[in-house]
């Protein structure tokens, strides 16, 4: 468990500082990479830009993507996410403030698979952390790497 990555692709300090507390918290020690807007998060994916030199055999075991982000929003970097071969099986889980039918409608027609609406409260956004980890790091099977 301890070797999976994760990347957070969120725009909002309290937000980044919230969830790696909260990860840290539940003893989930993996390394979490922050992207902070949608752009950052496709270039990170695909080694682009300042990630050019980013060895791509070391992929995160699960994005945990913002939908309200700077310059790429977090629906086209879904469905960008689901449209390349290299990434289409990646699991993809949304952490949204959005509880609106329509949001979450739109992720799961981009293929997310997951949709998590993010508690305002701490102490409830730590547990929604926890089980998120615990899900995602230690119970769900992975699909195989593609070659």
């Known amino acids: 468990m301890r070797n999976k990555l994760i990347l957070l692709v969120e725009d909002n300090p309290d937000d980044i500082a919230l969830a790696c507390r909260a990860l840290e918290r539940s003893d989930f020690a993996n390394e979490v990479v922050v992207a902070h807007d949608g752009a950052e998060a496709l270039d990170y994916l695909f080694a682009a830009g300042t990630y050019a030199r980013r060895d791509t055999s070391m992929m995160p075991?699960?994005?945990?993507?913002?939908?309200?982000?700077?310059?790429?929003d977090g629906l086209e970097v879904l469905a960008r996410i689901r449209s390349d071969d290299r990434t289409k099986l990646l699991p993809v889980v949304i952490l949204s403030l959005s509880n609106e039918e329509k949001d979450i409608l739109q992720c799961?027609?981009?293929?997310?698979?997951?949709y998590i609406c993010k508690p305002i409260d701490f102490v409830q956004f730590s547990e929604t952390m926890r089980?998120?980890?615990?899900?995602?790091?230690l119970l769900n099977e992975a699909p195989p790497k593609m070659s």
């Open 61 to 72: 075991a699960v994005v945990l993507l913002d939908l309200k982000l700077p310059k790429i």
């Open 108 to 114: 799961y027609r981009l293929s997310a698979n997951s």
């Open 131 to 137: 089980q998120f980890g615990r899900y995602w790091l």
